[in-house]
């Protein structure tokens, strides 16, 4: 990310229709992406060295080793990929959608009502499949409430929904506060471990890497259609882009996305708003080079964020939200005050 | 060639009585000018016209064709619109800002050609914007941001042009350079329309005008027949003197203004 020192460089030196130069920053992403996972599985409670990690992958390690890697670190490190990938391509696309930069995905109270649903199940002791059902039905409860509310009689402005979702997300909040002080001793760290995010309870990782994998192959064709819509409605509708099918599909497909990404690791802040936030001060704002970046950049990032979360207290675990807000936030300060 | 009809068009305006239904051909080698005051429906016509507002009744015609039937990237290529206000808030390079005019021309997976991009720079350099071609779009200023909104429908090689105040925010000589350009347009076989402020701008490069009232009256038909200062100044409730100035009528306001003191009391060097 050495490009930060000057935000007109990239741009201007990206001459749109020239290929090579939108697959360099892409090549750069996929090495980092290969790097993180190699990281997470060789990093833990027992660090294996890379000659060792190469027998285990060509079935000549140990037995443990084997174990380690391929039953317990490979699927939590591919599924920190797919979720921090699905927060990153819902943060950029809600960010299109509001033509808002502080756009994330959690912004229409979508968080929220997972987070209600996850801790109302917790608290009536049900086992963790009930727990992601929940959560997932919470998700989806609250991306509608708000997107009812804000349709009210007709318009349908990004000030509307953005405002129905933040007031929409307070409401969910105060229930969470409910939730927490009358719960059981016993239950909060579970609660709170999902409130920051926890990618323990992961489960298997290819719901997560199969959607990001959509999202990205539905996404690209409808980069151009995204520039021009993130120029507003009007123009880009006298520029031929079907706006209102666009805009209800930005709206129900990044909903999924992040209902799915809550649902496999809890309310993981922070990737969302600061990955393609971060892209854009770097790579500017082609849409088409944003969301495969944001894919490739937010799953490397959760990935070794979680791995951190793994070895920082070993043997006991930080939850995963907590990394990514601290790596975040110097971060992203840092590209924007070097930006202006 | 593309032509742009409104059919006993009647645009849709809250708390407005429907006024006169509007009938009007748009043709190729036409340059329209829409006159009237502020809020008399002027942006509104041209949404209509452009098919991104519904009308309360009536219809616009692409080519004979409803315009609401017909795809709108398809229209997309026959008709560029430039907007009164933009939208710039994800910041783009002027260049890139001039290229999404290639839209309509491009299929989904397509990246620019090395023709769109070249197609682009021509327009920027039309519009002598050609050195801000690497400039982030909110660094300009309002006149050059105009220009690039020109640049971009320029890109767009449309047959119709709907421009909402095109030489808003331009200096006396890009004012003049732009509608020289539109006017350049029509005399290449497309069709100009557009909503203007100034009367002046219209006398002179308009050849039909379209007077619209506040209440919803209108008139319509050749400049030379419109250009009566009668009609102008109910339109614009305010009286006016005609003058002639190189061949083409000139209007001021007449009458009731501030006169000048006599006795200026002028700061600093006078002329």
Same mark, same amino acid.
């Given at each position: 990310?050495?490009?930060?020192?000057?935000?007109?460089?990239?741009?201007?030196?990206?001459?749109?229709?020239?290929?090579?130069? +939108?697959?360099?920053? #892409?090549? !750069? &992403?996929?090495?980092?992406? @290969?790097?993180?996972? /190699?990281? $997470?599985? *060789?990093?833990? %409670?027992?660090?294996?060295?890379?000659?060792?990690?190469?027998?285990?992958?060509?079935?000549?390690?140990?037995?443990?080793?084997?174990?380690?890697?391929?039953?317990?670190?490979?699927?939590?490190?591919?599924?920190?990929?797919?979720?921090?990938?699905?927060?990153?391509?819902?943060?950029?696309?809600?960010?299109?959608?509001?033509?808002?930069?502080?756009?994330?995905?959690?912004?229409?109270?979508?968080?929220?009502?997972?987070?209600?649903?996850? +801790?109302?199940?917790? #608290?009536? !002791? &049900?086992?963790?499949?009930? @727990?992601?059902?929940? /959560?997932? $039905?919470? *998700?989806?409860? %609250?991306?509608?409430?708000?997107?009812?509310?804000?349709?009210?009689?007709?318009?349908?402005?990004?000030?509307?929904?953005?405002?129905?979702?933040?007031?929409?997300?307070?409401?969910?909040?105060?229930?969470?506060?409910?939730?927490?002080?009358?719960?059981?001793?016993?239950?909060?760290?579970?609660?709170?471990?999902?409130?920051?995010?926890?990618?323990?309870?992961?489960?298997?990782?290819?719901?997560?890497?199969?959607?990001?994998?959509?999202?990205?192959?539905?996404? #690209?064709?409808?980069?151009?259609?995204?520039? @021009?819509?993130?120029?507003?409605?009007?123009? *880009?509708?006298?520029?031929?882009?079907?706006?209102?099918?666009?805009?209800?599909?930005?709206?129900?497909?990044?909903?999924?996305?992040?209902?799915?990404?809550?649902?496999?690791?809890?309310?993981?802040?922070?990737?969302?708003?600061?990955?393609?936030?971060?892209?854009?001060?770097?790579?500017?704002?082609?849409?088409?080079?944003?969301?495969?970046?944001?894919?490739?950049?937010?799953?490397?990032?959760?990935?070794?964020?979680?791995?951190?979360?793994?070895?920082?207290?070993?043997?006991?675990?930080?939850?995963?939200?907590?990394?990514?807000?601290?790596?975040?936030?110097?971060?992203?300060?840092?590209?924007?005050?070097?930006?202006? | 060639?593309?032509?742009?009809?409104?059919?006993?068009?009647?645009?849709?305006?809250?708390?407005?009585?429907?006024?006169?239904?509007?009938?009007?051909?748009?043709?190729?080698?036409?340059?329209?000018?829409?006159?009237?005051?502020?809020?008399?429906?002027?942006?509104?016509?041209?949404?209509?016209?452009?098919?991104?507002?519904?009308?309360?009744?009536?219809?616009?015609?692409?080519?004979?064709?409803?315009?609401?039937?017909?795809?709108?990237?398809?229209?997309?290529?026959?008709?560029?619109?430039?907007?009164?206000?933009?939208?710039?808030?994800?910041?783009?390079?002027?260049?890139?800002?001039?290229?999404?005019?290639?839209?309509?021309?491009?299929?989904?997976?397509?990246?620019?050609?090395?023709?769109?991009?070249?197609?682009?720079?021509?327009?920027?350099?039309?519009?002598?914007?050609?050195?801000?071609?690497?400039?982030?779009?909110?660094?300009?200023?309002?006149?050059?941001?105009?220009?690039?909104?020109?640049?971009?429908?320029?890109?767009?090689?449309?047959?119709?042009?709907?421009?909402?105040?095109?030489?808003?925010?331009?200096?006396?000589?890009?004012?003049?350079?732009?509608?020289?350009?539109?006017?350049?347009?029509?005399?290449?076989?497309?069709?100009?329309?557009?909503?203007?402020?100034?009367?002046?701008?219209?006398?002179?490069?308009?050849?039909?005008?379209?007077?619209?009232?506040?209440?919803?009256?209108?008139?319509?038909?050749?400049?030379?027949?419109?250009?009566?200062?009668?009609?102008?100044?109910?339109?614009?409730?305010?009286?006016?003197?005609?003058?002639?100035?190189?061949?083409?009528?000139?209007?001021?306001?007449?009458?009731?203004?501030?006169?000048?003191?006599?006795?200026?009391?002028?700061?600093?060097?006078?002329?």
């Amino acid at each position: 990310m050495a490009g930060a020192d000057s935000q007109l460089g990239p741009v201007a030196a990206r001459v749109p229709g020239v290929r090579a130069p +939108l697959l360099a920053p #892409l090549l !750069g &992403l996929t090495l980092l992406a @290969v790097l993180s996972v /190699a990281v $997470a599985v *060789a990093f833990g %409670s027992v660090a294996l060295s890379p000659a060792e990690l190469h027998a285990v992958f060509t079935g000549t390690g140990e037995p443990l080793h084997r174990t380690l890697v391929l039953e317990l670190r490979a699927p939590r490190a591919f599924a920190a990929f797919g979720v921090g990938g699905l927060l990153a391509v819902a943060g950029a696309l809600m960010q299109v959608l509001l033509r808002n930069p502080l756009a994330d995905p959690y912004v229409l109270g979508l968080s929220g009502g997972a987070a209600v649903g996850a +801790l109302a199940s917790m #608290l009536a !002791g &049900l086992g963790a499949g009930i @727990v992601s059902g929940s /959560a997932f $039905a919470g *998700a989806m409860f %609250s991306t509608l409430l708000v997107f009812g509310l804000a349709h009210g009689t007709g318009s349908w402005t990004p000030t509307r929904l953005l405002l129905t979702g933040v007031v929409v997300a307070s409401g969910w909040s105060a229930l969470i506060t409910f939730m927490l002080a009358v719960g059981p001793t016993e239950q909060l760290p579970g609660m709170l471990y999902w409130l920051m995010g926890d990618l323990s309870y992961a489960g298997s990782p290819w719901p997560t890497l199969i959607a990001l994998a959509l999202a990205c192959l539905l996404a #690209l064709p409808l980069g151009r259609s995204l520039n @021009v819509l993130a120029r507003g409605p009007l123009q *880009a509708a006298a520029l031929g882009v079907p706006v209102r099918a666009l805009e209800w599909g930005i709206y129900v497909g990044a909903s999924l996305i992040t209902a799915l990404a809550v649902t496999t690791a809890g309310s993981i802040g922070f990737v969302g708003l600061v990955v393609p936030h971060m892209l854009r001060l770097v790579l500017g704002n082609d849409q088409r080079l944003i969301l495969p970046a944001a894919a490739l950049a937010g799953g490397a990032l959760l990935t070794l964020a979680d791995t951190l979360a793994r070895i920082v207290i070993a043997p006991e675990q930080l939850p995963v939200g907590v990394i990514t807000a601290l790596l975040g936030v110097p971060t992203f300060l840092y590209l924007l005050y070097r930006s202006r | 060639m593309t032509a742009l009809s409104a059919r006993e068009l009647i645009m849709d305006i809250p708390d407005r009585a429907d006024g006169v239904p509007l009938n009007l051909d748009i043709r190729p080698g036409q340059v329209w000018g829409v006159l009237g005051p502020n809020g008399a429906g002027k942006t509104t016509l041209l949404h209509t016209l452009a098919g991104l507002r519904r009308p309360r009744s009536g219809e616009v015609l692409l080519d004979g064709e409803s315009l609401r039937r017909q795809r709108r990237r398809r229209v997309a290529r026959a008709l560029a619109v430039i907007f009164q206000d933009r939208l710039d808030g994800f910041p783009a390079t002027v260049l890139e800002t001039v290229l999404i005019g290639r839209h309509p021309w491009l299929a989904p997976w397509d990246l620019e050609t090395a023709e769109d991009v070249r197609l682009a720079r021509e327009a920027l350099a039309r519009l002598e914007l050609s050195e801000l071609e690497a400039r982030l779009v909110n660094t300009l200023s309002g006149g050059e941001r105009q220009r690039v909104a020109i640049a971009t429908a320029l890109a767009q090689t449309p047959e119709l042009w709907l421009a909402d105040e095109p030489t808003n925010h331009l200096d006396l000589r890009h004012q003049v350079e732009v509608m020289e350009l539109l006017h350049g347009q029509a005399q290449s076989g497309n069709a100009v329309f557009l909503c203007l402020h100034d009367l002046n701008l219209a006398a002179r490069w308009c050849d039909h005008l379209l007077l619209l009232y506040p209440d919803g009256q209108a008139c319509w038909g050749p400049a030379a027949d419109m250009l009566v200062p009668d009609a102008l100044e109910r339109l614009y409730d305010q009286p006016l003197a005609r003058a002639e100035v190189d061949g083409a009528p000139v209007f001021v306001p007449a009458g009731a203004g501030p006169m000048p003191s006599a006795n200026p009391q002028t700061h600093g060097r006078t002329p």
